[in-house]
Structures are given as C-alpha cells and as structure tokens.
C-alpha cells in the first residue's frame, strides 16, 4: 500500500511561484508513475503532468507547458511540482497521484485518472489578481 500527502499549496498572487511536493510512502515509490491533477470549484479533476518511474519521460497539459516543471527524488520518495507564473485559471486543489508498481502503460493513459491506483488528500491552491 502506498500512502501520499501532498503540501506546498496556499494563496499566490498572479505571476507568482509555488512549489508542491508529494510525499510517498513504502518500498516501491522508485517503480511509481507519479502525477499531478487538479480540481477546480464546478469542474471535473484534469490530468495537469506525470513523470514515469523510467527514463525520465515527462509529460504535460497545454496550459501548463514552459511553467510547471515535474520532478522526483526517489532517495527522498518525493515528488514535486514547480509552478511559475501561476495565473487566476491554475487555482484549484491539486492531488498527487501514483501507478500502481511496475505497470506498464502507453503516454495516452498517464492522463486518465483510472490509470492511477493510489491518491493523496489533496492541497489547495489559490491564485488572486
């Protein structure tokens, strides 16, 4: 079983940076495909990016190219998520997501959220203008 506490979330102004991590638990976080999704009040949770447990393909959604980085710290069992230049559309409560170890899976299934067997609570970030 793995477990996943997300933190780093708050209030930003627009243009500002935040940095989210992901803490996991157990022995196989270095086998976990590990994502980003977020939720915003009144709309569904969207894939935001993922990182895969080898060779350090990355992936991301449009909106979020050239100022969200992913990362992971597998010495650490952590997972972070740098955001730059955040903007009024990026508030919402972020989950940090894990693939269950050792799955196999194409780039068309890290961003959809039944790939992911394991979630966090959740972290609240709110961007203001």
């Known amino acids: 079983q793995v477990q996943l506490v997300e933190s780093g979330g708050g209030l930003v102004e627009a243009g500002g940076s935040l940095t989210l991590s992901c803490a996991a638990s157990?022995?196989?976080?270095?086998?976990?495909?590990m994502g980003w999704f977020r939720q915003a009040p009144g709309k569904e949770r969207e894939f935001v990016s993922h990182i895969r447990w080898r060779g350090g393909i990355t992936y991301y959604r449009d909106s979020v190219k050239g100022r969200f980085t992913i990362s992971r710290d597998n010495a650490k069992k952590k997972v972070y998520l740098q955001m730059n230049s955040l903007k009024s559309e990026d508030t919402a409560v972020y989950y940090c997501?894990?693939?269950?170890?050792?799955?196999?899976?194409?780039?068309?299934?890290?961003?959809?959220?039944?790939?992911?067997?394991?979630w966090g609570q959740g972290t609240q970030v709110t961007v203001s203008s």
């Open positions: 997501a894990a693939v269950g170890p050792d799955k196999v899976y194409s780039d068309t299934y890290a961003f959809r959220p039944t790939l992911y067997d394991y």
């Open positions: 157990g022995r196989t976080f270095s086998r976990l495909g």
